[in-house]
T-cell receptor, first 113, second 113 residues
Framework: DTAVSQTPKYLVTQMGNDKSIKCEQN?????MYWYKQDSKKFLKIMFS???????INETVPNRFSPKSPDKAHLNLHINSLELGDSAVYFC????????????FGPGTRLLVL | SQELEQSPQSLIVQEGKNLTINCTSS?????LYWYKQKYGEGLIFLMMLQKGGEEKSHEKITAKLDEKKQQSSLHITASQPSHAGIYLCGADITGAGSYQLTFGKGTKLSVIP
């Protein structure tokens, strides 16, 4: 069984569109994350979220918003897509308390044309 | 500036050879994670180190964290084609317990049969 899954795997869209990427984890973890891996292969945290707290990386534009319908899901909504949003987006989850090993999804490759 | 430096950026080795990948920071690493990334498979957790001087091994892979907790190395013994991929080090450099990881750029490993 896949521990952390993301859909879709690939997403090609036009500038200005609004899109969502879904993430689901079946590990029973309390905390979930979104990371962005840009063309230079840097992997940067965008959000971390648990039942209590949403932590936002201040460099993330407010066009990006995480939505958590329940503990097992953290979806990423992106409004008014821009060319620079093209990247691979990774979802991850972790259990509370040390060690906070994060388990990653397979990634969603987004291409904005 | 990059907060986690990985070296080398890429590595090509003959099957059966040993190799080492380094991860260095100017800041204290409160938790150091090694991941392997294969295309389409997301990030696979390898090992996590927390204490200065700690060393962990799994199969043919050994990871160490130096006493100062600013440098980690990943050593692969008798490399195999299955070891090929991109190795990423990620770390909590804030110490705030937010579990948000900062990642290096990755080291691309190719193993020639």
């Amino acid at each position: 069984d896949t521990a952390v899954s993301q859909t879709p795997k690939y997403l090609v869209t036009q500038m200005g569109n609004d899109k969502s990427i879904k993430c689901e984890q079946n590990l029973g973890h309390d905390t979930m994350y979104w990371y962005k891996q840009d063309s230079k292969k840097f992997l940067k945290i965008m959000f971390s979220y648990n039942n209590k707290e949403l932590i936002i990386n201040e460099t993330v534009p407010n066009r990006f918003s995480p939505k958590s319908p329940d503990k097992a899901h953290l979806n990423l909504h992106i409004n008014s897509l821009e060319l620079g949003d093209s990247a691979v987006y990774f979802c991850a989850s972790s259990q509370p308390g040390p060690p906070e090993t994060q388990y990653f999804g397979p990634g969603t490759r987004l291409l904005v044309l | 500036s990059q907060e986690l430096e990985q070296s080398p950026q890429s590595l090509i080795v003959q099957e059966g050879k040993n190799l080492t990948i380094n991860c260095t920071s100017s800041k204290t690493l409160y938790g150091l994670y090694w991941y392997k990334q294969k295309y389409g498979e997301g990030l696979i957790f390898l090992m996590m180190l927390q204490k200065g001087g700690e060393e962990k091994s799994h199969e043919k892979i050994t990871a160490k964290l130096d006493e100062k907790k600013q440098q980690s190395s990943l050593h692969i013994t008798a490399s195999q084609p299955s070891h090929a991929g991109i190795y990423l080090c990620g770390a909590d450099i804030t110490g705030a317990g937010s579990y948000q990881l900062t990642f290096g750029k990755g080291t691309k490993l190719s193993v020639i049969p």
